[in-house]
């Protein structure tokens, strides 16, 4: 076993950051362009749910006024709205480059399970976090007193009044929901290639049941990019920790189902098992290494 780092003597450590470093260079040369992908997906997702709130909720707005007695149909639209746009980011040549997480949650838990590497997903959720806010500055500009309206507020997500408890414990049971049927639909042969499908239809039931418990968030990086925008940050903990901890558990309790070994990558929109791998038709032995994406090459 490999000494834990405070073990480490300052030179040892010292060296052992340094090939950190040099791993998160090779990899932005190699794969850059996977995680401006990533960082392009948050930012239209965010972007639109942004412009989606403003066009339904805003009272000013054309939408709004010709729903406003119908506060159920608004949300039922908000939701099938913001599944088609986590469909289209899916199965876009983008989303399917970079995978489709635009979640730091979702790459954490696909680094759990080996399918992304650690200086890859380090990147990836810098730039998921970055699009976030980026994403967030630019509404902000481009909206003005329509985001910062009281029926907007900049679509941030914060406890609702049942408290921060009843908040951790709903974000905790759909990113755990959401993980798990991802899981599963990318471990079948069937499934995998309607995964961006299922998240749409998933995102859409929880727009329209679990928003009065927790402002259903799921992801870290759109509640932070919004926090930012609106510099308020009531509760941001709990959206950071419960999707993290959720889909972790989430892909342990896969593993112990379906073994180590299940998926062929960590591509949203499905992908056929790499070369020499288990999962592939003439592979061989298994390997030591499980798939990982990006893969080795660059190619992704």
Same mark, same amino acid.
């Given at each position: 076993?490999?000494?834990?780092?405070?073990?480490?003597?300052?030179?040892?450590?010292?060296?052992?950051?340094?090939?950190?470093?040099?791993?998160?260079?090779?990899?932005?040369?190699? =794969?850059?362009?996977? /995680?401006?992908?990533?960082?392009?997906?948050?930012?239209?997702?965010?972007?639109?749910?942004?412009?989606?709130?403003?066009?339904?909720?805003?009272?000013?707005?054309?939408?709004?006024?010709?729903?406003?007695?119908?506060?159920?149909?608004?949300?039922?639209?908000?939701?099938?709205?913001?599944?088609?746009?986590? &469909?289209?980011?899916? /199965?876009?040549?983008?989303?399917?480059?970079?995978?489709?997480?635009?979640?730091?949650?979702?790459?954490?838990?696909?680094?759990?399970?080996?399918?992304?590497?650690?200086?890859?997903?380090?990147?990836?959720?810098?730039?998921?976090?970055?699009?976030?806010?980026?994403?967030?500055?630019?509404?902000?500009?481009?909206?003005?007193?329509? /985001?910062? =309206? !009281?029926?907007?507020?900049?679509?941030?997500?914060?406890?609702?009044? #049942?408290?921060?408890?009843?908040?951790?414990? #709903?974000?905790?049971?759909?990113?755990?929901?959401?993980?798990?049927?991802?899981?599963?639909?990318?471990?079948?042969?069937?499934?995998?290639?309607?995964?961006?499908?299922?998240?749409? &239809?998933?995102?859409?039931?929880?727009?329209?049941?679990?928003?009065?418990?927790?402002?259903?968030?799921?992801?870290? %990086?759109?509640?932070?990019?919004?926090? &930012?925008?609106?510099?308020?940050?009531?509760?941001?903990?709990? /959206?950071?920790?419960?999707?993290?901890?959720?889909?972790?558990?989430?892909?342990?309790?896969?593993?112990?189902?379906?073994?180590?070994?299940?998926?062929?990558? %960590?591509?949203?929109? #499905?992908?056929?098992?790499?070369?020499?791998?288990?999962? =592939?038709?003439?592979? #061989? !032995?298994?390997?030591?290494?499980?798939?990982?994406?990006?893969?080795?090459?660059?190619?992704?």
């Amino acid at each position: 076993m490999y000494p834990h780092a405070s073990a480490l003597s300052p030179e040892a450590l010292g060296t052992r950051q340094m090939a950190f470093v040099s791993k998160l260079r090779s990899a932005w040369q190699r =794969h850059w362009q996977h /995680y401006v992908a990533e960082a392009a997906g948050i930012a239209f997702f965010l972007s639109s749910a942004s412009l989606l709130t403003v066009l339904l909720e805003h009272p000013a707005s054309p939408g709004y006024q010709a729903l406003s007695q119908h506060p159920t149909i608004r949300t039922a639209l908000m939701a099938v709205a913001m599944a088609l746009v986590i &469909v289209l980011i899916v /199965y876009s040549p983008w989303g399917k480059r970079s995978g489709a997480h635009i979640n730091p949650a979702v790459t954490v838990a696909f680094w759990h399970l080996g399918k992304i590497r650690t200086a890859d997903a380090a990147w990836y959720i810098v730039a998921q976090v970055a699009g976030a806010i980026g994403a967030g500055q630019l509404m902000k500009l481009v909206l003005g007193s329509f /985001y910062a =309206h !009281p029926a907007v507020h900049y679509v941030t997500t914060q406890p609702k009044p #049942g408290g921060s408890g009843q908040a951790f414990l #709903g974000e905790f049971i759909i990113s755990f929901i959401l993980m798990m049927s991802m899981l599963v639909a990318l471990h079948s042969r069937q499934l995998k290639k309607w995964t961006g499908w299922l998240v749409g &239809v998933l995102l859409a039931l929880f727009i329209l049941f679990e928003t009065p418990f927790s402002g259903m968030s799921l992801n870290p %990086a759109r509640t932070l990019g919004a926090a &930012v925008a609106a510099n308020s940050y009531t509760g941001l903990w709990i /959206y950071w920790a419960a999707p993290v901890l959720a889909m972790w558990l989430a892909t342990s309790a896969f593993q112990m189902v379906y073994g180590r070994t299940s998926l062929a990558c %960590a591509v949203l929109a #499905g992908c056929e098992a790499a070369a020499n791998t288990p999962l =592939h038709a003439d592979a #061989g !032995p298994a390997t030591a290494e499980p798939p990982q994406y990006p893969d080795a090459s660059g190619k992704g």
